[in-house]
């Protein structure tokens, strides 16, 4: 389960390295990460409390092996996501994630993106939002107004977003307004790019429930609250 921050004590932290970056993430007293360097890492680095990291424009890169082969091909599966958030609430900011099979998996957790989020360079694609084994908890990415989500290495088969055919209940908040995510789902950047327009009811200000189909023929089921 995710800890809770002492407000009183909680302050921010810059890291130059893999191992200071490990080291704030168990220093619960932090409550800002910020990147002073750009970090290469031979693990996927797991977040599993609450904390905001500010990438400060720069780029976590792993460059580790891959499967069982210890490969150094990151199209070969094994599982590496440059950052995991695990059941917990973090924010990103100005933050690149590359070199993985993929940038994030938002595990049962929730991420807030703030700034330029990169995801490019990882062999599968860049975002999954999942549950993985014994989590309950549905994962979800909010989108903020100032945010954007940067991939240069999208492909039909490397996908900006996705979602395991085993999650359901995945979510994507925008402004006021959240999407939930079929189970299998696979999103380009186009694509969520098209649900930054907020849609309402002009007569009666209602919650509208929408299916929509993308030209990935994926079925998108759309439930939009409004504040």
């Given at each position: 389960?995710?800890?809770?921050?002492?407000?009183?004590?909680?302050?921010?932290?810059?890291?130059?390295?893999?191992?200071?970056?490990?080291?704030?993430?168990?220093?619960?007293?932090?409550?800002?990460?910020?990147?002073?360097?750009?970090?290469?890492?031979?693990?996927?680095?797991?977040?599993?409390?609450?904390?905001?990291?500010?990438?400060?424009?720069?780029?976590?890169?792993?460059?580790?092996?891959?499967?069982a082969?210890?490969?150094?091909?990151?199209?070969?599966?094994?599982?590496?996501?440059?950052?995991?958030?695990?059941?917990?609430?973090?924010?990103?900011?100005?933050?690149?994630?590359?070199?993985?099979?993929?940038?994030?998996?938002?595990?049962?957790?929730?991420?807030?993106?703030?700034?330029?989020?990169?995801?490019?360079?990882?062999?599968?694609?860049g975002?999954?939002?999942?549950?993985?084994?014994?989590?309950?908890?549905?994962?979800?990415?909010?989108?903020?107004?100032?945010?954007?989500?940067?991939?240069?290495?999208?492909?039909?088969?490397?996908?900006?977003?996705?979602?395991?055919s085993?999650?359901n209940?995945?979510?994507?908040?925008?402004?006021?307004?959240?999407?939930?995510?079929?189970?299998?789902?696979?999103?380009s950047?186009?694509?969520?790019?098209?649900?930054?327009?907020?849609?309402?009811?002009?007569?009666t200000?209602?919650?509208?429930?929408?299916?929509?189909?993308f030209?990935?023929?994926?079925?998108?089921?759309?439930?939009?609250?409004?504040?």
């Amino acid at each position: 389960l995710c800890s809770t921050l002492n407000a009183n004590a909680a302050t921010s932290k810059t890291v130059n390295n893999e191992a200071e970056l490990k080291e704030a993430l168990n220093n619960s007293n932090i409550s800002t990460i910020i990147l002073g360097s750009d970090i290469e890492t031979t693990e996927k680095i797991n977040i599993m409390r609450d904390i905001t990291i500010d990438g400060n424009n720069k780029t976590i890169r792993y460059i580790g092996k891959f499967g069982a082969s210890q490969s150094n091909d990151n199209t070969v599966w094994g599982g590496i996501y440059v950052l995991q958030i695990y059941k917990c609430n973090v924010t990103l900011k100005d933050i690149k994630l590359t070199g993985g099979n993929a940038g994030l998996l938002i595990n049962g957790g929730h991420a807030t993106f703030e700034g330029r989020i990169d995801v490019s360079g990882n062999g599968f694609g860049g975002i999954e939002l999942g549950k993985g084994s014994g989590v309950t908890s549905s994962p979800t990415l909010t989108i903020t107004d100032n945010a954007e989500i940067i991939n240069t290495t999208e492909s039909a088969d490397k996908p900006t977003l996705w979602v395991p055919s085993d999650t359901n209940g995945a979510v994507i908040e925008i402004g006021n307004t959240e999407f939930e995510l079929n189970a299998g789902v696979e999103l380009s950047l186009d694509e969520i790019n098209e649900l930054e327009e907020s849609i309402e009811n002009p007569e009666t200000g209602d919650s509208l429930i929408l299916n929509i189909i993308f030209l990935s023929n994926e079925l998108f089921n759309g439930l939009i609250l409004f504040a």
